[in-house]
């Protein structure tokens, strides 16, 4: 599907291509990742998806329903976590799930069960009678997750659900979802800018970048495009010397962030440059460095993909 915003008007009329030709097929029960930087155009391609946004062309199609042409049988289908939850910041967290519930056409005591439910499940009872509003963001970002759970939706559509969210938070939320797998099939299709979370929680993901699909695989078929090498960070403490040979010759292959420098290579060659690094002048200008296994990070840098956008 396409999808392009304008904006500005007259001279200063400009277009964006937000998605662009992209096409994916997400299987049922399984956790589909879009991983990529900000502006990649993941958000627009999952509000597409829940029926807010139309497509300017394309076709979407969730369990069996067209979605263009039926955008309100959406939420029958699927249960959304977007990024901001101001419908809800007035309401107590226990009256946020309890309404969604209701809203999502559960009886009075069946979305009672439920929210109490839930709120024992992520450990939110201490919150319960709490505002959203007045919570802190990785607080109030497990009570809107919270929310999409009531239900039972067989489709989970997760935009960064774990952001701001502390290690117990974020072990509670894939816990949460493992559970709905198991008991039920459910399918779950997660947008992250997080790479470690993409290679720990995901069967398969699409890295987006600039609007457009440019790999989709499970995280380890990604990661066989760069196997065997690896990659070493240097972060300088100013800037870089590159009046010294060595570290001329490697400006041309680091990708560059702020101060840092990653270099893919082999693992014999790494070592090589390390020795060579640490033990002649350049090592008086790092501040650091370090060698790692490839990540879904490198394999998005080999892809093309930009360097800042992504979490390590
Ligand atoms: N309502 C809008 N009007 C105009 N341009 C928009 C609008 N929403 C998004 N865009 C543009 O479309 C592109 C894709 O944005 P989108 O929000 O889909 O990216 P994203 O991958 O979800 O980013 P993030 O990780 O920051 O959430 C960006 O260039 C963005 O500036």
Redesign the pocket.
């Known amino acids: 599907m396409t999808k392009a915003?304008?904006?500005g008007r007259g001279a200063k009329a400009k277009t964006?291509l937000?998605n662009s030709d992209i096409s994916l097929e997400i299987r049922r029960g399984e956790v589909f990742g879009l991983l990529?930087?900000?502006?990649?155009?993941?958000?627009?391609?999952v509000r597409q998806l829940t029926g807010l946004l139309r497509p300017d062309r394309g076709r979407i199609e969730v369990l069996g329903h067209d979605i263009v042409r039926h955008p309100d049988r959406a939420s029958r289908l699927l249960a959304y976590l977007g990024?901001e939850s101001t419908a809800l910041d007035e309401l107590t967290v226990s009256l946020a799930v309890e309404t969604t519930a209701r809203l999502r056409g559960l009886s009075r005591p069946a979305a009672a069960a439920e929210r109490d439910a839930v709120l024992a499940e992520l450990a939110l009872e201490p919150l319960a009678h709490r505002p959203l509003a007045k919570l802190s963001g990785g607080q109030r970002r497990l009570a809107c997750f919270a929310t999409t759970l009531v239900g039972e939706r067989p489709l989970l559509v997760l935009?960064?659900p774990t952001t701001g969210m502390d290690p117990v938070a974020r072990r509670a939320v894939w816990a949460a979802v493992d559970r709905r797998r198991a008991a039920s099939g459910t399918t779950v299709l997660l947008?992250t800018?997080n790479v470690i979370e993409a290679e720990t929680v995901l069967d398969r993901v699409a890295v987006?970048d600039e609007?457009r699909v440019i790999a989709c695989d499970t995280p380890g078929g990604l990661k066989a495009l760069v196997d065997g090498d690896v990659r070493l960070d240097l972060v300088w403490r100013e800037e870089p010397p590159l009046h010294l040979p060595l570290v001329a010759a490697l400006a041309p292959r680091a990708a560059v962030n702020g101060r840092r420098w990653t270099v893919r290579s082999s693992p014999d060659e790494a070592r090589d440059l390390v020795a060579q690094i640490t033990g002649g002048p350049a090592f008086a200008a790092l501040d650091d460095f370090s060698l790692a296994t490839p990540s879904l990070e490198d394999v998005y840098l080999l892809l093309g993909g930009r360097h800042e956008?992504l979490v390590k």
């Open positions: 915003y304008r904006t964006v937000a990529g930087p900000n502006g990649a155009g993941k958000s627009t391609l990024q935009d960064e947008v800018h987006v609007g956008g």
